[in-house]
């Protein structure tokens, strides 16, 4: 019998162990805690987060428990409070709460003695590779957005990695079907109030009929955004060194308008994590290139806070929240 793909997606994966598997109990998740455990027994944990936004969310994190006795793979069920803020799509919110629940959760195995998580697996495939270009295209995104998601990069102390976004969605479920393991449906998938919803199931049926390989086509386009992209961060780099952070508004105003955007974009992400809108961006701009009286003032709204100028640098900030 062939070997499933579902499990030859991880050859030549060599993940930093003992790592943890972001388990929902949906057909992607599932197959790839099956495969991990296959590939690396003994060395895997699931982590399952319980968002609370829905009445099914009990029965999901049933079937994870469930599944993951009958697998002998430790489980750590952490419930996170996902209900948007002001000005935040219901997506966003959800997906902040669970990245950062995944990251409290490694650190909560280490201290509970159950070994200290090195690598996060991500369960995204080929499919919600195209459905995040779509979406960033719909959005007027940068190559940083036509990027798509990475396959792996570092954060909070960890390693974290996506081995299935060459692998679609048809593939793995067939896979799971022909192994006779069950999984979870979320019946929020097919709510169309979401953007992503739309998106996977009003446009994409049509994108692939149109186009059968769009999925390898997108991840070629994908890997070479992400290289522009990589070059325009080296080049913020190297421009960040000069205006200094916060940025001096002289240096600033010595840069071309391209790379001028392109340091502040880089800042404003690596130094506060924010990414400012097009048009935040260019009101930005247009204050930066006007400035050149010591009374000139700027204080304009940037992501979750507020772009202002000091003397000869410009910061941003968030000011509290008066309740």
Request: hydrophobic letters at 45%.
């Amino acid at each position: 019998m062939a070997e499933p793909a579902i499990l030859a997606a991880l050859k030549g994966w060599q993940p930093a162990l003992p790592l943890a598997v972001a388990y929902s109990g949906g057909a992607d998740s599932t197959a790839l805690l099956w495969a991990c455990q296959q590939r690396y027994p003994g060395q895997v944990q699931a982590i399952h987060i319980n968002h609370g936004l829905q009445a099914a969310a009990s029965i999901f994190e049933a079937h994870c428990r469930a599944q993951c006795a009958a697998w002998d793979v430790p489980l750590q069920v952490v419930t996170v409070d996902a209900h948007p803020q002001s000005g935040q799509s219901p997506e966003d919110a959800a997906r902040i709460a669970r990245y950062q629940a995944l990251a409290r959760a490694a650190w909560t195995a280490a201290e509970g003695g159950q070994g200290g998580i090195q690598t996060m697996a991500l369960a995204q495939h080929a499919d919600d590779q195209v459905e995040t270009v779509v979406l960033a295209l719909s959005r007027g995104a940068g190559v940083a957005g036509l990027a798509g998601m990475r396959p792996q990069w570092e954060r909070a102390g960890l390693h974290w990695a996506r081995p299935y976004l060459a692998l679609g969605s048809a593939q793995i479920r067939a896979d799971l079907t022909a192994l006779g393991i069950a999984w979870v449906e979320d019946p929020s998938n097919t709510d169309t109030r979401y953007t992503r919803n739309r998106i996977r199931n009003q446009v994409m049926p049509g994108l692939a009929q149109a186009f059968p390989q769009i999925a390898q086509t997108v991840a070629r386009s994908s890997a070479h955004a992400a290289q522009a992209a990589e070059l325009l961060d080296d080049l913020a780099r190297m421009d960040l060194d000069s205006t200094g952070a916060p940025p001096r508004i002289r240096a600033l105003q010595a840069l071309s308008a391209a790379r001028m955007a392109n340091v502040l974009r880089y800042w404003l992400r690596s130094a506060h994590g924010q990414t400012p809108s097009a048009a935040q961006l260019a009101q930005l701009l247009s204050q930066l290139q006007r400035c050149t009286t010591r009374g000139h003032q700027i204080h304009i709204k940037v992501g979750l806070g507020y772009i202002q100028r000091h003397r000869d640098v410009i910061d941003w900030y968030n000011p509290p929240v008066l309740v």
